[in-house]
């Protein structure tokens, strides 16, 4: 069997995405598997998720470290000695800094729930409706220390309907999410990811 992609997971939540990833290499449709989920939140659910999976889950209290940047040195470590080869945020509430950045160059990815760079941020699907588009989604993209701001790689497209809640339109981004996150980390194992300053290209499928 092919060299499958050693993917590290930070997340602090649901860990619904971490799900959808681990199904995805579970069922064998992404060369890629999950090493390691790190979490800054003791109680979070994608650490249960991740343990429920055979796969280490480590709690790192943010509370122990002076900076921001120690803590994301502290991460850095986790990950690295779990031979991570690509890093995905997964409903990550802290902004990632160069310490961690730095050591995972193009490396590190983040899912958000909008079609960036429109509503970075918190509660993007409440930005959306509340600026009345038509049209939202979710982008993946690399991080880059910024809010929500790297280079995009992927994004996929749901329409805003007139009855919309945000819990609605959170639900129909979601089911995108879900797919979109596996995919990208296949193109990202398959090697078929190029970056040229914000433009990412994605290179067509050699034949194996
Ligand atoms: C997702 O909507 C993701 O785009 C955003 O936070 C949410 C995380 O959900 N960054 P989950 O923890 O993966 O279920």
């Given at each position: 069997m092919a060299k499958l992609l050693k993917v590290g997971v930070l997340a602090s939540g649901r860990g619904s995405n971490l799900q959808a990833i681990i199904d995805a290499s579970e069922k064998g449709e992404?060369?890629?598997?999950?090493v390691v989920v790190v979490s800054d939140?003791?109680?979070?659910r994608a650490l249960e998720r991740a343990r429920a999976h055979g796969i280490p889950a480590v709690y790192l209290n943010p509370?122990?470290?002076?900076t921001r940047e120690e803590y994301d040195r502290a991460v850095a470590d986790v990950l690295e000695a779990h031979g991570v080869e690509v890093v995905a945020l997964a409903g990550y509430m802290r902004i990632v800094t160069g310490e961690l950045l730095d050591r995972f160059p193009n490396r590190v990815l983040n899912i958000h729930?909008?079609?960036?760079?429109?509503?970075?941020?918190?509660e993007a699907q409440r930005q959306a409706l509340e600026h009345g588009v038509k049209f939202s989604g979710c982008t993946v993209h690399f991080a880059?220390?910024?809010?929500?701001?790297?280079?995009?790689i992927a994004q996929a497209v749901v329409p805003v309907l007139p009855d919309d809640t945000t819990e609605t339109l959170a639900d129909r981004i979601l089911a995108e999410e879900h797919k979109l996150y596996p995919l990208v980390l296949q193109w990202l194992a398959e090697d078929r990811v190029r970056i040229f300053g914000r433009k990412v290209v994605i290179l067509p499928p050699t034949d194996s």
């Open positions: 992404l060369s890629a598997r999950v939140k003791a109680g979070a509370r122990e470290y002076s729930p909008s079609l960036l760079p429109a509503f970075p941020g918190l880059d220390g910024g809010l929500d701001s790297g280079p995009i």
